[in-house]
């Protein structure tokens, strides 16, 4: 599974403490919005590929602690997409570590990649019947040897997110 996490309130744990019940809530239910705001923006960039939606619709939010959620994604592929592999892949910086557990790795899903991109030929009339065999298998090799180019779609959203949060609690907090 591949998850981020949306947001730490370090700097206004203090404050929080001080705060009211009422307060309180209102905080936690704008981080909530926060982890639902990240799940919409990726499921949204998600959309851009893909011809059958899965990556988008595996992805989620779930709460993992007090004034914390996760959004996360549920396919394996998820991390290959978000980072690129082999000689085409590219990390960001401060990314390094999470991009980092996933090198090496293979897929293990009901599919292998070469059939499932003779899915994905077959449903965009790219070859049937005997060219469907040879046209998959050459996109895979080429997968194999040269990797794709990474297509972000969930830790571009980070940045954007986070500020909007900060704004709204601090507009929250200004009242205590």
């Known amino acids: 599974m591949?998850?981020?996490?949306?947001?730490g309130l370090d700097q206004f744990r203090q404050q929080l403490a001080k705060a009211s019940n009422d307060l309180k809530s209102e905080v936690a239910a704008e981080v909530k919005i926060a982890a639902m705001e990240f799940e919409s923006l990726a499921?949204?960039?998600?959309?851009?590929?893909g011809d059958r939606g899965t990556l988008r619709q595996s992805?989620?939010?779930?709460?993992?602690?007090?004034?914390t959620y996760e959004v996360f994604v549920g396919t394996f592929y998820a991390p290959f997409i978000e980072?690129?592999?082999?000689s085409k892949a590219q990390v960001p910086a401060g990314l390094e570590d999470v991009a980092s557990q996933f090198r090496g790795q293979k897929g293990t899903g009901a599919l292998t990649l070469i059939e499932a991109i003779k899915g994905w030929v077959k449903r965009k009339g790219i070859a049937t019947?005997?060219?469907?065999d040879r046209v998959a298998f050459e996109i895979a090799r080429s997968i194999y040897r040269k990797g794709i180019r990474k297509r972000p779609f969930i830790y571009k959203h980070t940045a954007t997110v986070r500020t909007n949060l900060k704004n709204r609690i601090k507009?929250?907090?200004s009242g205590i």
């Open 83 to 86: 980072f690129g592999t082999k």
């Open 43 to 49: 499921k949204r960039s998600a959309s851009e590929f």
């Open 2 to 7: 591949f998850k981020a996490n949306v947001i």
């Open 171 to 173: 507009y929250i907090l």
């Open 129 to 132: 019947g005997n060219e469907l």
């Open 59 to 67: 992805i989620g939010h779930r709460q993992s602690g007090p004034l």
